[in-house]
């Protein structure tokens, strides 16, 4: 594939003055240069819009929902090939050049390892060590670059869902015979929670999402592997919970939590979900 193959990158924000900057900056330093990014904002109330008139960036304004927006964001786009990209990540300056050599060598999807920031907590140092052990793995994957005509022919990422939307399009283009590869270079999330009230907050919220009925007509696409607390990648990776018992500890109980308040908003979301149904009867 001779054809120069032109990218655009899409971020969904909302309130992402924090770190929004630090993301633009690290895609204007791509060793290939990045054809087109768009902003797709869902209401921002704070400097969000003010950061974009600094970047060489379109801002376009969307309904809120991570999903939704980022469909949005491809609708919108000329890129032979898409890169969405999370509204607090620095991506390592080689990420645009090593997907389009693997695009050019017929694959249809790239992998993008997103590793956390260890500086920021303890917890963040626990959610490093548990993310790098899944590179390169299969149970943890996130296609975050792909080709247009791949992410077109299913349609996107599903609408309905609020977390796990991006093990469900890899599913789906799974399923529709489309070819993934891997790079070695990564994302650094640099919004990693700082104490486990977050990590359950968050967790709780994705959980009570899991029980909108709203999502019945669009079935989530989603394993066995990618909804288990236990992985295969950690069973290989067991040296390293030997070698690191501390951060060992910190993951056990990481899960605990993560696992348990998705649990309990789960119940939640049923809950409140029968009781909406109950009032409209």
Same mark, same amino acid.
């Given at each position: 594939?001779?054809?120069?193959?032109?990218?655009?990158?899409?971020?969904?924000?909302?309130?992402?003055?924090?770190?929004?900057?630090? &993301?633009?900056?690290?895609?204007?330093?791509?060793?290939?240069?990045?054809?087109?990014?768009?902003?797709?904002?869902?209401?921002?109330?704070? $400097? &969000?819009?003010?950061?974009?008139?600094?970047?060489?960036?379109?801002? !376009?304004?969307?309904?809120?929902? @991570?999903?939704?927006?980022?469909?949005?964001?491809?609708?919108?786009?000329?890129?032979?090939?898409?890169?969405?990209?999370?509204?607090?990540?620095? !991506?390592?300056?080689?990420?645009? /050049?090593?997907?389009?050599?693997?695009? *050019?060598?017929?694959?249809?999807?790239?992998?993008?390892?997103?590793?956390?920031? %260890?500086?920021?907590?303890?917890?963040?140092?626990?959610?490093?060590?548990?993310?790098?052990?899944?590179?390169?793995?299969?149970? %943890?994957?996130?296609?975050?670059?792909?080709? +247009?005509?791949?992410?077109?022919?299913?349609?996107?990422?599903? /609408?309905?869902?609020?977390? %796990?939307?991006?093990?469900?399009?890899?599913?789906?283009?799974?399923?529709?015979?489309?070819?993934?590869?891997?790079?070695?270079?990564?994302?650094?999330?640099?919004?990693?929670?700082?104490?486990?009230?977050?990590?359950? =907050?968050?967790?709780?919220?994705? $959980?009570? &999402?899991?029980?909108?009925?709203?999502?019945? $007509?669009?079935? +989530?696409? !989603?394993?066995?592997?990618? =909804?288990?607390?236990?992985?295969?990648?950690?069973?290989?990776?067991?040296? +390293?919970?030997?070698?690191?018992?501390?951060?060992?500890?910190?993951?056990?109980?990481?899960?605990?939590? +993560?696992?348990?308040?998705?649990?309990?908003?789960?119940?939640? $979301? *049923?809950?409140?979900?029968?009781?909406?149904?109950?009032?409209? @009867?």
């Amino acid at each position: 594939m001779d054809k120069k193959l032109t990218v655009s990158i899409v971020i969904p924000t909302l309130n992402s003055e924090r770190y929004l900057a630090d &993301t633009l900056q690290s895609i204007s330093k791509q060793t290939q240069k990045v054809d087109e990014i768009i902003i797709v904002d869902g209401g921002s109330t704070d $400097g &969000t819009q003010s950061i974009v008139k600094s970047f060489e960036a379109k801002f !376009l304004k969307c309904d809120r929902g @991570r999903s939704k927006q980022k469909n949005y964001g491809a609708k919108h786009s000329f890129g032979d090939c898409l890169y969405f990209v999370d509204d607090d990540f620095v !991506l390592d300056e080689r990420i645009v /050049e090593e997907a389009i050599e693997q695009i *050019k060598q017929g694959f249809d999807m790239v992998a993008v390892h997103n590793t956390s920031d %260890g500086s920021v907590s303890f917890w963040a140092k626990v959610r490093k060590f548990e993310r790098d052990m899944l590179k390169f793995a299969h149970s %943890g994957i996130s296609p975050r670059f792909l080709t +247009r005509k791949a992410f077109m022919s299913v349609n996107g990422f599903n /609408e309905n869902m609020v977390a %796990g939307e991006d093990y469900d399009i890899f599913n789906r283009l799974q399923e529709a015979g489309f070819k993934m590869s891997f790079i070695n270079s990564e994302e650094t999330h640099l919004g990693e929670p700082k104490r486990l009230a977050d990590i359950a =907050k968050k967790h709780f919220f994705y $959980g009570s &999402t899991l029980a909108n009925k709203s999502s019945a $007509g669009t079935p +989530r696409k !989603l394993t066995f592997w990618q =909804k288990v607390p236990i992985k295969p990648a950690y069973v290989r990776n067991l040296p +390293r919970f030997i070698k690191h018992p501390i951060l060992s500890i910190g993951f056990i109980i990481y899960q605990i939590v +993560r696992y348990t308040s998705a649990a309990f908003g789960y119940v939640f $979301g *049923k809950i409140a979900s029968e009781n909406s149904d109950q009032t409209f @009867r």
